[in-house]
């Protein structure tokens, strides 16, 4: 049973590992190290809420999940039952749990130009300024500037 939890939670961990990037984090990809990047500064005109679908990670991971746990109950019949259960039902899960929420920001750069970003993890708001770290047309990170 400890090895199977064990297990239950790495899947846990590598699911909820997706949903980890951050914005104004001191936290940096190891594909930022030694490369130069530019950045560009705004003020937020306007925020709109927007959900950031699973890309098929979270409903693989929690069928696979399912299905395993599934397995270990019932005999016969019922455990065939209860595993296609386990699995269709850590699909659903899985799917919902690496949805992300994030914010569609529309920003008005220093230089006139207007352009949209979406980001998770903090909050923004109509007015803020920010700083659109980017490596050539990604960005890699949305910074409040106090």
């Known amino acids: 049973m400890k090895k199977i939890l064990a297990l239950f939670a790495g899947v846990l961990v590598f699911i909820f590992s997706g949903c980890t990037q951050m914005y104004n984090s001191n936290e940096v990809s190891l ?22 679908k699973d890309n098929g990670t979270g409903l693989f991971v929690g069928a696979y999940t399912g299905t395993v746990l599934g397995s270990m109950f019932g005999r016969g019949k019922g ?3 209860s595993t296609l259960i386990g699995g269709i039902t850590g699909a659903l899960a899985g799917y ?14 220093e230089d006139g130009k207007h352009i949209v970003v979406v980001v998770k993890g903090i909050k923004f708001k109509k007015g803020d300024r920010v700083r ?7 960005v890699v990170r949305v910074e409040k500037i106090d």
Not at 40 to 51: P, Q, S, Y
Not at 96 to 109: R, W
Not at 132 to 138: A, D, E, N, S
């Open 31 to 52: 594909n930022d190290v030694n490369t130069v990047m530019s950045y560009k500064i705004g003020v937020v005109e306007n925020v709109k809420k927007v959900i950031i």
């Open 79 to 81: 455990n065939v039952l």
């Open 96 to 109: 919902e749990i690496d949805k992300a929420n994030a914010q569609e920001l529309f920003i008005k750069l």
């Open 132 to 138: 659109i770290i980017m490596r050539g047309y990604k």
